[in-house]
C-alpha cells in the first residue's frame, strides 16, 4: 500500500512539472526572427525601420551589375519560392497578380510632355506658331510644319501607339529603396545590443512615380530570405576592394554591411520621425541621435 502511494505521489509531481514546463506561445516577433532570443533575457527592446537607398555609394555592393538585391526579390516572387506580403506585419499574403499589379507602370504624363494643369496655368504655349511657319530645328534652321504633316505615313507611327497601349512593368534596377523592419534587442545574457532584422519592404521611389510618393510593392519574411541568400552564391555583397573576398548578402546584413537611416520608431500613433518633428531636417537629426541613444544604452548598460 506504502508502496502505490509513492508511485502515485510521484506520478502527480511528474506530471505537474511537465504541465508547468511546457514551452510558452511563440511571439510573432520570434516566429519572424532568424535567431530569436528568449524573452527572460531580453532587458530592453525597441522596434526600428529603416531606408536602405541602394544609389548610395555605401549600399552599392548589394547593388552590383546583373545581382541587384531587388532583382532576386522579384525573380523568386515569380518563381513561386518567396512570399510576397501586404504590409511589414506579414500577415496578408499576395497573389502573384497583385504583386505584378504593384510593379506595373501607372499611366500618366510621358517625360517632357506638359500635365493638363501646366497646360492650363498657359506653360507651352509660347512654343505655338502660325500655321504654315516655320520652327527652329534646333541647328539654327526651320522646318516646314506643313511639309511635316504631308509626309505619307509609313505605318511604324500607328504600331508603336498601339503597343504603347501594353502593360509595361518597372525593372528591379528601378527599385532602389527597401524599408527595412528589425528589433534591437539588448541580451542581458551575452551583455550586447543584437539588431533583430524581421521584413523587408521593396518600394518604387517618389520620382519614379505618378503621385511623388513612395509606392511600396511588397513586404517579406527576412527569415525566408536569409535561407535563400544562404543558397544562392549570386547573391553577393560585392567587394570591389578585393574580389577574392565578396560575402554572401546574408553575411552583409549579419555584419551590418549597409548604411540604412532610422525612418521610425515604435510608438502609439505609428508617425514616421519627419510627421513627428515636423521636417525633414529635424527628422535627420532625431534619426542621428536615435544612433547615438543605441550605443550608449550598449556602453552605459553594466556601469552602475
Known amino acids: 500500500m506504502k508502496l502505490f502511494l509513492s508511485i502515485s505521489c510521484l506520478l502527480v509531481s511528474l506530471l505537474g512539472y511537465n ?3 511546457q514551452e510558452k506561445p511563440i511571439n510573432a516577433a520570434d516566429l519572424n526572427s532568424v535567431r530569436p532570443i528568449d524573452d527572460a533575457n531580453v532587458h530592453y527592446r525597441v522596434r526600428l525601420w529603416r531606408r536602405l537607398d541602394l544609389n548610395e ?25 518567396l512570399t510576397p506580403y501586404a504590409n511589414d506585419s506579414l500577415k496578408t499574403k499576395m497573389t502573384l497578380a497583385q504583386f505584378k499589379e504593384n510593379l506595373k507602370i501607372e499611366e500618366g504624363v510621358v517625360d517632357g510632355e506638359l500635365s493638363d494643369a501646366e497646360k492650363s496655368a498657359g506653360f507651352g504655349s509660347e512654343n505655338k506658331t502660325p500655321s504654315g511657319a516655320g520652327t527652329d530645328d534646333g541647328w539654327g534652321g526651320k522646318t516646314n510644319s506643313t511639309a511635316e504633316k504631308a509626309k505619307p505615313s509609313d505605318g511604324f507611327t500607328e504600331k508603336t501607339a498601339t503597343s504603347a497601349t501594353s502593360a509595361a512593368y518597372y525593372f528591379p534596377k528601378e527599385l532602389t529603396i527597401i524599408e527595412i523592419k528589425e528589433d534591437a534587442i539588448f541580451d542581458r545574457q551575452r551583455s550586447r545590443l543584437y539588431f533583430d532584422i524581421l521584413s523587408f519592404t521593396l518600394i518604387i521611389p517618389a520620382f519614379k512615380t505618378k503621385a511623388g510618393f513612395d509606392k511600396p510593392v511588397a513586404s517579406f519574411r527576412y527569415k525566408e530570405l536569409y535561407k535563400l541568400f544562404r543558397s544562392n552564391p549570386n547573391c553577393i555583397w560585392y567587394n570591389s576592394q578585393n574580389e577574392i573576398q565578396h560575402k554572401n548578402m546574408a553575411d552583409a546584413f549579419d555584419l551590418r554591411m549597409f548604411q540604412a537611416r532610422i525612418v521610425k520608431k515604435g510608438n502609439p500613433r505609428n508617425q514616421f520621425l519627419t510627421d ?29
Do not use: C, T
Open 19 to 21: 504541465a508547468y514546463s
Open 57 to 81: 555609394k555605401i549600399n552599392q555592393p548589394l547593388f552590383s551589375f546583373n545581382n541587384e538585391i531587388s532583382k532576386f526579390l522579384v525573380e523568386w516572387v515569380e518563381a513561386g519560392i
Open 276 to 304: 513627428i518633428n515636423n521636417s525633414e531636417l529635424d527628422g535627420l537629426n532625431r534619426s542621428q541621435a536615435l544612433e547615438y541613444e543605441l550605443l550608449e544604452i550598449e556602453h552605459d548598460m553594466w556601469e552602475n
